[in-house]
């Protein structure tokens, strides 16, 4: 039938048309969402105690974007200097949003619709009780109300972490807005305090018969007003409801103190944690600073206690429990795919989780080490590791390579990290020390171990020319996509030599066309003046076009002289090129975007 070819947006519409339609066109929910409010929790038991549905599941997205209780990131205003940073380092950086590539099946353009069928389905499992009966619409007070705390104001108007302009709304809406954000507060403290949703989590993890993937996220909320899953709780909001955006996980951003503290307690006692509050990322592109960077951004020690760095721990709450329960539930489920995103808003898992073994660590290996376990996507907060001795100590561990050399079935790997890069240069390195800095690949990426890898990506990375094209040569002829973005090139090479290195000595052109691997490369994010948290941009077409066609190469090759003078590469982007302008936070968005064509280092 027609209805066969409609999308889930149109599939909802129509059966809400008439009663013979609601039976005859097919509800389809292929996925669930849980996290620490009672809304959430009752409408994701009601889909696993439904005979209808449950069978349907293939994916649970667990929503680790907890409401504020207090303010989660300093204020910053003009006066703000970096005498400024005092003992409030142990609060962490927050975090921001994730996510996964433009083609991931998490993305697609249904996120807004996963729930809306439940409105039709009420008669089947009663009208649920959890409600804030606390929403007045005739309430049009014209001063903020004085019993509400000044953070929450702030943070409702501010636009929210990497925020660029302030959102503006009305007091009435303001001070209608704290008794049901109050009343939410309440709700989530009791549901984390008794478990409840990771409990319910272990119930779903029975009842989903053919569930495969399990997803944790810092993102669902989005930007204001633009969530990036519409999940029962924020279908529920009032319509003009404004809160702060909830950012959990520290991240990477302008308006934090950057707190790098280690994973593994200290046996209750206090562990010392580095920490940078300055300016400096608002520098990176000048070349003053490019030369003098490791002068103007020194890290400073501090001192954490064992209780704070337990709260500090707590951010990743819930990938400690998730990965808690998968291990200990190993007999209930057949959960063969885990996505662990934030890298979209600058955030992601600890790293340090891979310095030193730690249950959450174990709990990772016990999934991965699953015969059939065939895809991760790992999204990981580095902060500022390769500022560490000789640089990445999480890396040099060599705890990361061991997990996923446990994958032996996987066929799709995706590593991306914080770490900043800037037109093929990796930021807070000195360039006379990249080459001690860097490390093999290998060293984090056993490929010898999947043969039967079709996806490989990595993000945010420093690489040498000759290590990365190795490792793409050595590549299994099974592979079918390929990413590579915002890379840190140690020493003379860049873009520019990575894809005629690419062109020129793997084998990808000869093969027939529906083997040829594709080629993603995100060459513009954060870094960019116009472009706000959760934008990057792509050059996919042109790529392609050089690779496997007769297009030119993009890139522009480095004179010697630029980068004998400054230790680097310098400016490689492909200045006047068009590229595709996506949105981790909308995978909907689509939009062309020309590179500036002046020379970027003389702003």
């Known amino acids: 039938m027609i209805f066969s070819?409609?999308?889930?947006?149109?599939?909802?519409?129509?059966?809400?048309?008439?009663?013979?339609?609601?039976?005859?066109?097919?509800?389809?929910?292929?996925?669930?969402?849980?996290?620490?409010?009672?809304?959430?929790?009752?409408?994701?038991?009601?889909?696993?105690?439904?005979?209808?549905?449950?069978?349907?599941?293939?994916?649970?997205?667990?929503?680790?974007?907890?409401?504020?209780?207090?303010?989660?990131?300093?204020?910053?205003?003009?006066?703000?200097?970096?005498?400024?940073?005092?003992?409030?380092?142990?609060?962490g950086g927050n975090d921001d949003n994730n996510n996964d590539d433009d083609d991931d099946d998490n993305n697609d353009d249904d996120n807004n619709n996963d729930y809306e069928y439940y409105e039709e389905e009420e008669d089947h499992y009663g009208k649920y009780d959890y409600v804030y009966d606390c929403w007045d619409d005739d309430d049009d007070n014209e001063s903020l109300c004085s019993s509400m705390p000044e953070w929450f104001t702030r943070r409702c108007l501010d636009g929210g972490p990497g925020g660029q302009q302030q959102v503006p709304y009305s007091n009435s809406i303001i001070n209608r807005s704290w008794p049901y954000y109050e009343a939410l507060l309440i709700d989530q403290r009791k549901n984390m305090q008794l478990n409840a949703d990771i409990e319910a989590f272990k119930y779903g993890l029975q009842r989903f018969t053919h569930l495969k993937r399990v997803t944790i996220t810092p993102c669902t909320h989005g930007r204001q007003s633009q969530p990036l899953f519409r999940t029962p709780m924020i279908m529920a909001f009032p319509f003009d409801f404004v809160y702060p955006s909830p950012r959990p996980w520290p991240y990477t951003g302008f308006d934090v103190t950057h707190v790098d503290a280690p994973w593994a307690p200290n046996n209750g006692h206090s562990v010392e944690y580095a920490y940078r509050h300055c300016q400096c990322r608002f520098l990176s592109f000048t070349a003053f600073h490019m030369k003098y960077k490791d002068k103007r951004c020194q890290c400073q020690l501090g001192e954490m206690s064992a209780s704070v760095h337990d709260e500090y721990r707590s951010y990743w709450r819930g990938f400690s429990l998730v990965t808690r329960a998968l291990a200990e539930c190993e007999q209930d489920h057949h959960v063969t795919e885990l996505t662990i995103g934030g890298r979209g808003i600058w955030t992601g898992v600890n790293c340090h989780v891979f310095d030193q073994k730690c249950q959450e660590y174990d709990d990772l290996v016990s999934l991965l080490q699953r015969p059939g376990?065939?895809?991760?996507?790992?999204?990981?907060?580095?902060?500022?590791?390769?500022?560490?001795?000789?640089?990445?100590?999480?890396?040099?561990?060599?705890?990361?390579?061991?997990?996923?050399?446990?994958?032996?079935?996987l066929r799709h790997i995706s590593l991306r990290t914080t770490t900043d890069t800037s037109d093929g240069t990796c930021l807070y390195i000195d360039p006379k020390d990249e080459?001690?800095?860097?490390?093999?690949?290998?060293?984090?990426?056993?490929?010898?171990?999947?043969?039967?890898?079709?996806?490989?990506?990595?993000?945010?990375?420093?690489?040498?020319?000759?290590?990365?094209?190795?490792?793409?040569?050595?590549?299994?002829?099974?592979?079918?996509?390929?990413?590579?973005?915002?890379?840190?090139?140690?020493?003379?090479?860049?873009?520019?030599?990575?894809?005629n290195e690419m062109r020129t000595k793997l084998d990808w052109r000869m093969r027939p066309v529906r083997e040829r691997p594709e080629v993603h490369m995100t060459v513009a994010d954060l870094y960019f003046d116009d472009l706000e948290i959760g934008y990057y941009v792509h050059i996919d077409d042109t790529v392609a076009s050089f690779m496997y066609g007769f297009g030119g190469n993009p890139f522009r090759k480095q004179p010697v002289e630029m980068v004998e003078a400054h230790g680097e590469c310098m400016d490689s982007l492909p200045r006047g090129t068009v590229g595709t302008k996506r949105d981790f936070l909308d995978p909907s968005f689509s939009a062309r975007y020309g590179f500036p064509v002046e020379n970027r280092i003389n702003r």
């Open 5 to 91: 070819y409609l999308d889930r947006g149109d599939m909802i519409s129509l059966r809400a048309t008439c009663s013979t339609l609601e039976r005859v066109v097919p509800c389809n929910i292929d996925r669930v969402f849980i996290s620490a409010n009672s809304l959430n929790i009752q409408v994701f038991r009601a889909i696993a105690d439904s005979e209808l549905h449950r069978h349907k599941i293939t994916e649970i997205i667990w929503d680790d974007a907890r409401l504020p209780e207090v303010p989660e990131y300093e204020e910053v205003t003009s006066s703000d200097d970096d005498d400024d940073d005092d003992d409030n380092g142990g609060n």
């Open 435 to 499: 080459f001690k800095k860097t490390f093999p690949l290998e060293m984090i990426l056993p490929f010898d171990q999947w043969p039967n890898l079709q996806h490989f990506g990595i993000s945010n990375m420093l690489v040498t020319n000759s290590n990365l094209v190795a490792l793409l040569v050595a590549l299994p002829k099974s592979l079918r996509s390929v990413e590579l973005s915002n890379l840190g090139f140690a020493g003379i090479g860049g873009w520019w030599e990575l894809l």
């Open 373 to 409: 376990f065939r895809r991760l996507d790992l999204d990981l907060n580095t902060f500022m590791i390769q500022r560490d001795d000789d640089g990445w100590k999480s890396y040099r561990s060599g705890l990361l390579g061991k997990a996923l050399a446990q994958a032996k079935d």
